[in-house]
């Protein structure tokens, strides 16, 4: 029995189709769902964790419907939402131990108690959860999520506007999990993350998956090498044997080659030829962020390109 | 406030009330002012309107503005519920919330609850300092039919408002809807002054607002009368309300 799975899995709303047609097999895995903004990844999140209905399609957490069985769902699933909501009025033992008590759990007391340990939050946990920082309170929200113990575990862009030190905390109790045998589904914006942590990786994009699988995979999917180039002005398509054109950011245009140092004096020749004026070149090796910028990039409409831009300027950080 | 550790699982919706009620609780207490100006308003209101004010309508109107007051702070905090809700909704708890097993009915009947049992609570402090500036003393019998009367309309008040809390979007909407409610409903009901002294129309109003029905029952139980009908009507009234109230959060919640 697979964890997750989903077949058409639709939502319009109104004309919009935020979702299109999804169909995801999830298992015992962390798998990441990467998207710009609005490509509706926080709407599938709340399809599959029960909170919204489809328009169309199914999908079934360990076997149970969403929709005809999604008591039994809730049963087996936790969900920890985009905006941290922690009660801040209230101490973090407390806010863990509202969720024991409405999960069910037996001693819920000792349960907290050893969640708090496990979360490192155990010398801090009388304090009210206003005290606490970002990187806290995401850990007092795993923590509550975990006291039922569920088989599935959604988080929606855990690790934003959080420190590196931070981030690599969460990470690692979520890596931490995953090897007790938990499914972990997650969205972020972060690719680097998403590649040295994610078993799988699906990008979405105008509510349909542009790519999917595991991250090496993806990136062995381009050729060995990236080249950027950054040119002052309008970008003039250019076409060289034995590169491919990925995308363009801004004024940074990137390109794969088999041999990028053998490309890399060629495509010099042809961008000018073709009329750029080339500023600086550089070349490295395939990250993520050039396979999402592929799959994203390419049909992606001028309107909708500025504001995933500039989201992808904030949070590429370290991939090159 | 304790919630006992281990419930039986058919206990569940139990448990889960309980538990939400204890959440909303700790907050209200931890949120001191809020707990004076629950507290202090229906006993300035009390002094103000009873003894301040220069007219006088009837006989004892201490006797006559204390069940007009009562059902004005149970009003006030009725509709507070929805805020409450309305709070948990914007700040992405109720999806939270929504996303456990444990019944999600619980989540209304624990708003409503506790709002209502908070009502009493101030409606109590009311009662005490009307008997302390010279209200007239009633039997247990009385003071229980009132608090029956006021829970009634407390739940009655409270589902309607958090009715509204689910179908609104945002809290300032859900404050403008406050505001448009409450001081009509009060000033146009038979809070301030007996049928016989207002206007024609505005005791046509008056006598069709749940406000003064409430109002009206309570002065009955206090002239020594027992308003079966007038409680069976907002059982019945209360009662519709909830199961609306029901329904809507189901649908909205799907
Ligand atoms: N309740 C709603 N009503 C109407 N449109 C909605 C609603 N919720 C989401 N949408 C739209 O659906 C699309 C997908 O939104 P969604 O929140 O799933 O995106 P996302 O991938 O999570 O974005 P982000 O990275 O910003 O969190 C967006 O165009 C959004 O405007
Ligand atoms: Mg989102």
Excluded at chain 1, 51 to 71: F, M, V, Y
Excluded at chain 1, 176 to 196: C, P, R, S, V, W
Excluded at chain 2, 195 to 204: I, Q, R, T
Aim: aromatic share 8%; proline share 5%.
């Amino acid at each position: 029995m697979t964890t997750i799975q989903t077949e058409n899995l639709t939502k319009n709303f109104g004309d919009l189709c935020a979702v299109d047609n999804l169909c995801l097999t999830v298992d015992k895995e962390i798998f990441g769902l990467l998207g710009p903004n609005g490509s509706g990844k926080t709407t599938t999140v709340l399809m599959l964790t029960t909170l919204l209905s489809q328009t169309k399609g199914n999908a079934s957490i360990c076997g149970h419907d969403t929709r005809r069985e999604p008591e039994k769902v809730r049963d087996c699933i936790s969900y920890v939402p985009q905006d941290m909501a922690v009660d801040t009025t209230l101490t973090g033992r407390e806010n863990v131990l509202i969720f024991a008590r409405l999960y069910g759990v037996k001693n819920p007391k000792d349960r907290v108690d050893e969640l708090l340990a496990v979360m490192e939050l155990t010398d801090r946990a009388d304090d009210l959860a206003k005290t606490y920082s970002g990187g806290m309170r995401r850990r007092l929200e795993l923590a509550e999520a975990l006291v039922h113990e569920p088989e599935v575990i959604f988080l929606d862009e855990p690790t934003l506007g959080l420190d590196v030190g931070a981030r690599k905390n969460i990470w690692n109790h979520i890596h931490a999990l995953n090897k007790k045998g938990m499914t972990i589904f997650m969205t972020t914006h972060y690719m680097d993350e998403a590649d040295q942590y994610c078993d799988r990786v699906g990008i979405i994009n105008h509510g349909k998956i542009a790519a999917l699988g595991n991250p090496s995979e993806l990136k062995a999917h381009l050729m060995k090498d990236v080249i950027t180039v950054t040119i002052d002005g309008e970008y003039a398509p250019t076409q060289l044997d034995g590169t491919l054109f990925v995308g363009q950011l801004g004024d940074t245009i990137s390109f794969t080659a088999e041999n990028g140092r053998e490309a890399l004096p060629l495509l010099v020749d042809a961008l000018n030829h073709a009329g750029n004026r080339v500023k600086a070149m550089s070349l490295r090796e395939p990250s993520l962020d050039d396979v999402f910028l592929q799959s994203v990039g390419k049909q992606e409409e001028p309107k909708g390109f500025e504001e995933w831009k500039f989201r992808m300027m904030l949070h590429h950080r370290g991939g090159s | 406030m304790e919630v006992p550790d281990d419930a039986p699982p058919q206990g569940w919706i139990v448990k889960g009330v309980t538990t939400y009620i204890y959440r909303d609780f700790i907050r209200w207490i931890r949120y001191r002012v809020g707990v004076v100006s629950t507290l202090v308003l229906p006993a300035a209101w009390l002094l103000f309107v009873g003894l301040a004010l220069p007219v006088k309508f009837t006989g004892n109107y201490l006797d006559f503005i204390t069940p007009g007051i009562l059902v004005m702070t149970i009003l006030t905090a009725g509709i507070s519920s929805g805020s409450l809700l309305m709070f948990d909704k914007i700040l992405g708890f109720l999806n939270k919330f929504l996303a456990m097993p444990v019944p999600r009915e619980s989540i209304l009947v624990s708003k409503i609850l506790f709002i209502s049992v908070r009502g009493l609570i101030q409606a109590t402090i009311i009662l005490i300092l009307a008997v302390l500036i010279g209200a007239t003393i009633m039997n247990p019998l009385q003071y229980g039919l009132t608090y029956l009367i006021l829970f009634l309309f407390g739940v009655f008040i409270s589902a309607f408002s958090t009715t509204v809390a689910l179908y609104l979007d945002d809290h300032d909407s859900f404050a403008a809807f406050t505001a448009m409610v409450t001081m009509p409903l009060f000033f146009a009901s038979s809070a301030l002054m007996p049928y016989d002294v207002m206007p024609g129309w505005l005791s046509a109003i008056a006598h069709v607002n749940p406000l003064s029905f409430a109002i009206d029952a309570i002065r009955d139980v206090g002239a020594g009368s027992i308003p079966v009908i007038p409680i069976v009507l907002l059982l019945v009234f209360t009662a519709v309300v909830v199961v609306l109230s029901g329904y809507v959060f189901r649908k909205v919640t799907v």
